[in-house]
């Protein structure tokens, strides 16, 4: 069986003890090896005011990435849209296209990534309208064809008018799904932190895809599903090193926001049987454990949800696990023999 691509999602995380400084270099290491190991894509996601991820600014992390990768698309997964102007948007990015080609990809979301408060703070302006869909079409016109006089011929990107820089659409909601199908966008659904809707959303994506739009970017419909994953020699290393994603998510749960922490052994009593219900539920979409584990896991995933490419992202205390573990994935996961079967 031939699987589909394999990509990564980077939150850029903060253990305790290190410095953000430290952790920026971690998560450029890990760029560069996934370019060697033959990961799709990587994407950084925006996040703000939380000690445990250093991902504020997408654009800036995809520059320096680039500037050490060769092969590997670089991208937002995603550019929290109504934190930000579309016009320095499709700048920031069409930058970044001219100065390195086609590698780079714009995923788009509507939420803030953050806390209400945070989110007042970034917001443009005093007006609470949601426009999601009109800057989406704003961000379409202003990568555009050079000499396309639709939209606003008075303003333009620049750079960024015509680099066509390749538009995602994110969600973890019906919302998104519909908004992706409706412009003829990729989608990529955020199931490996809001799992219940993952049937129903890429269903009506798939359902009411329309390629026909004047903004589609795919000819048919194309979905990626997120997936927790942590690789170990063995089930029981990798299920003692996921303790440490399980005490971030229970720090969502709790409003607790810390750096990531060092594993336990016991999670339950770590973080409480009944916030460890929901960790359990909020990370539903997950593989776990040695490499014939997590592919079987990950080729499982893929055949539930019928999505077209999978992005795993991971959190360990110690980042030579991390990369351990997208070391070991990308052996067994891209092995010439695993896909010949």
Known sequence: MTRVPLSILDLVPVPSGTEIGAALDQSLDMVKRADELGYERYWYAE??????????????????????TKR????????????????MVAEYYGTLAEMYGDRIDLGL????????????????GASTTDTFLEDVLDLWRYLGPRDDARGRAEVKALPGQGTRVPLWMLGSSLDGAAVAAHLGLPYAFASHFAPDARHQALRLYRERFNAEAVTAQVSASYA???VNVLVAPTDEEARFLFTTAQQMAAGIRTGQRVKLQPPVEDIDATIGPDVARFVDAFQAVRAVGSPATVVRELEAIQADLGVDELIVTTYTYDPAMRVRS???LADAYFSETANSN
Request: proline share 8%.
């Open 47 to 68: 996040h703000h005011n939380s000690p445990a991820f250093a991902s504020s600014a997408t654009s800036l992390l995809i520059g320096r990435a680039a500037e050490h």
């Open 72 to 87: 590997i698309r670089l991208g937002s997964g995603g550019v929290m849209l109504p934190n930000h102007s579309p016009l």
């Open 326 to 328: 997208f070391q070991l």
């Open 224 to 226: 990626v599903a997120g």
């Open 109 to 124: 979301g509507r939420a803030p990534g953050t806390d209400p408060m945070t989110a007042a703070a970034l917001r443009r």
